[in-house]
């Protein structure tokens, strides 16, 4: 029973393009095929992973901006800047705050990484949870000055010593650059 019917179909194809007429016949023909698009270039290999054989290298200690310091204020030979008195308790003078309104400029135009802020304070001596929590308000007093000069406040790292053997009261403020090995074991 199959057979028949497929017997029939092969001549009513064929003949197909007889019974469309001329012009729908040559249609067909004059139709291209579609071409196939190029197949996208293949996704670049991945980056070769970082040499860890090595030791690492410490990053390059940018120049110290020109910046007149007042008193109370001294840059540190290894990069970055300590202040001492009422600029570390967060009471800056008209003087110390504008040397650190430009500090916190040039650090947010010149460098990139985190800040690092270590405050200490004096006293008081037998509480140290009192001594941590006032360092850390001198932190956030100076945070505050740097972020309106324009440093961004997720780069400042805030670093709350409480009361130190050293006794008194001071930030020392580190730019990304800096040597932080020689900050953390110089005392003046």
């Given at each position: 029973?199959?057979r ?65 310091l ?54 008081p ?15 956030l ?37 800096a ?10």
């Amino acid at each position: 029973m199959l057979r028949p019917l497929l017997l029939l179909a092969v001549p009513l194809a064929l003949a197909q393009p007889a019974l469309l007429g001329p012009a729908q016949a040559q249609q067909p023909a004059t139709q291209q095929p579609a071409t196939q698009p190029l197949p996208a270039d293949p996704p670049p290999s991945a980056p070769q992973p970082p040499d860890l054989s090595r030791p690492p290298q410490p990053a390059e200690a940018l120049p110290q901006p020109a910046i007149a310091l007042p008193r109370g204020m001294e840059a540190l030979a290894g990069g970055g800047w300590r202040l001492n008195g009422e600029a570390a308790r967060g009471r800056p003078e008209a003087a110390s705050r504008a040397a650190l309104t430009e500090i916190g400029r040039w650090l947010a135009g010149r460098t990139e990484g985190r800040v690092t802020l270590l405050a200490q304070v004096a006293g008081p001596a037998e509480d140290a949870s009192a001594a941590r929590r006032d360092s850390l308000a001198n932190g956030l007093a100076l945070r505050q000055i740097l972020e309106a000069a324009g440093l961004d406040g997720t780069r400042i790292d805030i670093r709350p010593l409480g009361r130190t053997e050293e006794a008194r009261d001071s930030i020392v403020l580190l730019p990304p650059s800096a040597n932080r090995q020689t900050q953390s074991q110089a005392r003046p």
